[in-house]
């Protein structure tokens, strides 16, 4: 296992709870344009902020997963769900902060999921694919869950994977070549999350095969 230094670590940990909470309330926010009741608000905050970190620490052999270990994985999707419910913001105002929370947990998952993976000894390529996992991972379960098709399979919407490879493949590239610190990480994912916004905002979306 690769260990990061003390600031870096530490920063990598408080970005991974960032995005956990962003996700979270990108979930929460999904659960209630659904009209979700309370219940359904908390497990789809939950599932869409920790899903993704899951199955990443299932491929890299880290068990019981750190969503089950760490006590604040859990108490900030519960934090963001019960926040959302007792604001409970309109439905004209939940789909650009969902936009926005969700393109944010990309931007940082995608970075974190592949530092994990390249700390636990995987090469270069499938660190950065783990880190695309990662980052994914929670917005296809919060889809699947609320009867959506997942964004990232969706024609009709913006580019939504190749925001997350991009940053995946940048935080990768830092750790192989031994430039990764809290400040280039930072820039890993902000850019990601840059990226995001703007495929939503000039509706950038990826080539599709050409009909006969």
């Known amino acids: 296992m690769i260990a990061l230094s003390g600031t870096a670590g530490d920063v990598e940990r408080a970005a991974d709870l960032l995005g956990v909470f962003a996700f979270a309330v990108s979930g929460a926010l999904l659960a209630v344009r659904k009209n979700y009741d309370l219940v ?30 760490d006590p604040w994985y859990l108490g900030l999707p519960l934090l963001a769900a019960v926040i959302i419910f007792f604001w409970h913001p309109p439905r004209r105002l939940v789909a650009r902060p969902l936009d926005v ?8 998952f ?7 993976a390249y700390q ?3 090469a270069t390529v499938p660190s950065a694919l783990l ?32 925001p997350a490879l991009f ?18 990480g930072a820039l890993a994912s902000a850019s990601a999350f840059v990226f995001r916004l703007l495929a939503l905002h000039f509706h950038w979306h990826a080539p599709r095969a050409r009909r006969r």
Do not use: K, N
């Open 101 to 108: 929370a969700d393109a944010l947990g990309l931007g940082v």
């Open 120 to 122: 636990h000894g995987l």
């Open 110 to 116: 995608s970075v974190t999921g592949a530092v994990a």
């Open 167 to 184: 940053g995946a493949s940048v935080a990768a590239a830092l750790l192989h070549f031994g430039a990764f610190t809290a400040w280039t």
């Open 40 to 69: 359904g608000i908390a497990v789809l905050a939950c599932a869409t902020a920790f899903g993704g970190g899951v199955v990443r620490d299932l491929v890299i052999g880290q068990s019981p997963p750190l969503a089950f270990t």
């Open 131 to 162: 880190g695309v996992v990662t980052a994914v991972g929670g917005g296809l379960i919060r889809d699947v869950l609320a009867g959506v098709q997942p964004s990232v399979l969706r024609p009709d919407q913006e580019i939504y994977a190749m």
